[in-house]
């Protein structure tokens, strides 16, 4: 399995600023995903992010609000711009992991709330 | 649109009885299926998977049957312990065309001593 960290475990932002999320595994893995998961909603994917390439993001987030880089195997950052409350929700990063059972191992989260 | 539905947002069980968790897809793309649980203030944690070739896979207290002509599976946890209290979602991939997984709403399971 995989060890996953984020930084930080959780923030209160003002509308208007900027806020990275630091996502750091404990071994080499080729697909890192980002997700977030908005108060009593699942979790929904917002970009995939693999290393050396542009993060592929799925429809309804765009690059310009979340801006991502993946700049080895181990760590990728996921920033959130421009926050408005909208925005107030948990976001996780997950890596693939293709061993016995292939899935996807989580990180904590990072609780973010915009006021 | 929500292709993945648990439509159940709570449950309580009695410690030591069986715990029935469901989960409906509407993608026929779909072909493999996950558990997860997560507890407060953490990130989800693998259960079980499922691939559409089987309909059931065991392990441990842990079970996940697969209907797939009816888009339906469900875990089955036996006996159930009060550590299992925790919200557990469902997943779906189309594993063929991708690495996306699709999340359901999750249930809030309960166990009572």
């Known amino acids: 399995s995989a060890v996953i960290s984020q930084k930080p475990s959780r923030d209160i932002c003002q509308r208007g600023t900027s806020l990275t999320i630091q996502c750091q595994v404990d071994?080499?893995?080729?697909?890192m995903f980002w997700y977030r998961q908005q108060p009593g909603q699942s979790l929904t994917l917002i970009a995939t992010?693999?290393?050396?390439?542009?993060?592929?993001?799925e429809s309804g987030f765009v690059i310009d609000k979340f801006p991502i880089s993946r700049p080895n195997l181990t760590f990728s950052t996921l920033t959130v711009s421009n926050m408005s409350p909208e925005d107030s929700s948990i976001y996780l990063c997950?890596?693939?992991?293709?061993?016995?059972?292939?899935?996807?191992?989580f990180g904590p989260g990072t609780r973010l709330l915009v006021l | 649109d929500q292709q993945v539905k648990q439509n159940s947002p709570s449950l309580s069980v009695q410690e030591g009885r069986i715990s029935i968790l469901n989960c409906d897809y509407t993608?026929?793309?779909?072909?493999?299926f996950l558990w997860y649980k997560k507890y407060p203030a953490e990130g989800p944690t693998f259960l079980i998977s499922?691939?559409?070739?089987?309909d059931k896979n065991e392990d441990g207290r842990f079970t996940v049957f697969l209907n797939k002509s009816a888009k339906h599976l469900s875990l089955h946890i036996v006996p159930s312990q009060p550590g299992d209290s925790a919200v557990y979602f469902c997943a779906a991939s189309p594993r063929n065309t991708g690495n996306q997984f699709y999340f359901g709403t999750g249930t809030s399971l309960t166990v009572i001593p």
């Open positions: 499922i691939s559409s070739i089987k």
């Open positions: 993608n026929s793309m779909f072909d493999y």
């Open positions: 997950s890596v693939e992991w293709t061993g016995y059972q292939e899935t996807q191992y």
């Open positions: 992010a693999n290393q050396g390439s542009e993060a592929t993001y």
């Open positions: 071994s080499q893995v080729t697909m």
